[in-house]
């Protein structure tokens, strides 16, 4: 179904407090549309819409659905018998999808789409305020809120530049036709929808063929599957003639990382561009994965000729968004840090940069997974993806309505704590020496002494937020780092602790 944005008047949002579904609302606002919406859940994105005098419905019922609608616009989560998109299509109202929505307005401009399984809004956020500080003036459409913004995950720019948070579940990104694609890393995600990494794999290929032949892949040359893709591109990917500019640690890459420090809460790095030194950069945040997006943004603003400068001064300015590694405050003379981290390489990486960046203090980790597919199809990596911590709480998985399939129900966060502790308690028994491991078929014995290995007496479960904050409060210590992960809401632990 065409749809002319000029000529709509009315727009109704189902989901209207989805991150993405709320900017789209926003942006339509901005130009003067009649805007309302409907939400289930109150949250502070919704609050925001209602300050902005969006009319907010906190049911979704029939009756929210009148016949001078122009447009409906609903989040991909929404069941096909919800009954506001039953009446919209009943009275013939034009309904359309967020990402198809997102499609018709991003396709109009200078499209700068930024994907991969981990970092999409990190480094979005990252690239819009470059092209901001750039004075650029681009459209940026962030996965979260970004404090640079107003703590908004939206930015209307008057330029033809629109960078776009670009989300693969359910193949939504295939509806934008970017000029410039920054593609930061492929790992198996979204374990309800895909059904195996090779089939995840192919729909990130499918999206390179949307861009034109004088586009540009901005690629990780360091991640194997990036790399695949990339050597593939002239032969497989349609409309092959696009530039391909690759970064990373590797010498072989164009836009290349050496000397990476980390102290006195910085990131420290030095930047080659074909050899040529950049000079070093500085980011206010840790983890070497935060290096890599920082990367994707050096190599955009390279290939859009912004001065090297520029892009040194608005990388080190750059404060970080809501929930990734989002230092809360103090509670009790720990410091609370949020984070959005729910795969297990991003969980892993995240405790990671704490240890880095606070190499002698107590890391007390909880974690909250999220949705029961996710924790059943990655259950062996989830096992692996705490030792950094000192200390940890599992609450219990964060169920996605809509999303969670009656075969996945079984597993718990609690089968997540007794294996853990079963593996733990066994290596600690073994005066931390080793671990047994399989090779080809065979027991073979791999020290394990570089790594931090926390002890079974210390993992416990929480059945809920309720129970996870009294553990907490239980069990912290002056001087922790008390770092709080997860998709679902576990996020209002953190709220509530730091108020």
């Given amino acids: 179904m065409t749809v002319d944005l000029n000529k709509i008047k009315e727009i109704h949002f189902i989901g209207v407090g989805g991150i993405g579904l709320s900017a789209i609302a926003r942006l339509m606002k901005e130009k003067s549309k009649e805007i309302s919406g409907s939400d289930l859940s109150p949250s502070l994105v919704v609050d925001k819409l209602k300050k902005l005098g969006v009319k907010i419905y906190s049911s979704q019922v029939e009756k929210n659905i009148s016949d001078d609608l122009d447009l409906v616009i609903y989040t991909t989560a929404v069941p096909k018998n919800n ?275 606070y190499p002698n203090r107590r890391i007390f980790a909880v974690f909250q997974p999220h949705q029961h597919s996710r924790t059943k199809k990655l259950y062996q990596d989830f096992l692996k993806s705490f030792n950094g911590a000192d200390i940890l709480i599992l609450s219990e998985i964060f169920d996605v309505t809509g999303r969670e399939k009656k075969k996945d129900q079984s597993v718990s966060s609690l089968d997540l704590v007794n294996d853990i502790k079963k593996k733990n308690r066994w290596f600690h028994s073994s005066n931390n020496a080793v671990e047994p491991v399989s090779q080809k078929g065979s027991t073979g014995l791999k020290p394990l002494w570089n790594q931090h290995i926390i002890n079974a007496n210390s993992i416990f479960y929480a059945k809920n937020l309720k129970e996870t904050e009294e553990l907490i409060n239980t069990n912290i210590e002056s001087g922790d780092i008390l770092l709080i992960m997860g998709a679902g809401d576990i996020y209002k632990i953190a709220d509530n602790l730091v108020k």
């Fill in 83 to 357: 009954p506001e998109l039953k009446k919209a299509k009943e009275l013939k109202i034009k309904t359309i999808t967020y990402p198809e929505a997102l499609g018709i307005i991003f396709n109009d401009k200078f499209g700068i789409a930024v994907c991969g399984t981990h970092g999409k809004s990190t480094v979005s956020a990252m690239a819009g305020i470059l092209l901001e500080d750039a004075r650029l003036d681009p459209s940026v459409i962030v996965g979260s809120l970004v404090s640079q913004f107003n703590n908004s995950n939206l930015r209307i720019g008057k330029n033809k530049y629109f960078v776009a948070e670009a989300c693969e579940y359910e193949r939504s990104f295939l509806n934008l036709y970017p000029k410039i694609i920054i593609l930061n890393n492929i790992e198996l995600d979204h374990t309800d929808y895909y059904r195996d990494l090779d089939d995840m794999r192919s729909v990130f290929e499918e999206f390179i063929g949307h861009l034109p032949e004088d586009g540009v892949l901005i690629c990780n040359g360091d991640d194997e599957r990036v790399s695949s893709i990339k050597h593939q591109a002239s032969s497989k990917i349609q409309n092959s003639k696009f530039k391909i500019l690759s970064f990373g640690l590797n010498k072989t890459n164009d836009v290349r990382v050496c000397s990476v420090d980390f102290k006195s809460g910085k990131t420290k790095f030095k930047v080659f561009y074909n050899n040529k030194k950049l000079g070093e950069f500085i980011l206010k945040m840790p983890g070497l994965f935060n290096v890599y997006n920082a990367l994707g943004v050096i190599t955009l603003g390279l290939v859009l000729d912004i001065p090297v400068e520029v892009i040194k001064k608005s990388l080190v300015n750059f404060s970080g968004i809501w929930r990734r590694f989002e230092i809360k405050g103090e509670y009790k003379n720990a410091l609370v840090v949020s984070d959005y981290a729910h795969h297990p390489t991003a969980v892993k990486a995240t405790i990671e940069a704490v240890r880095e960046f």
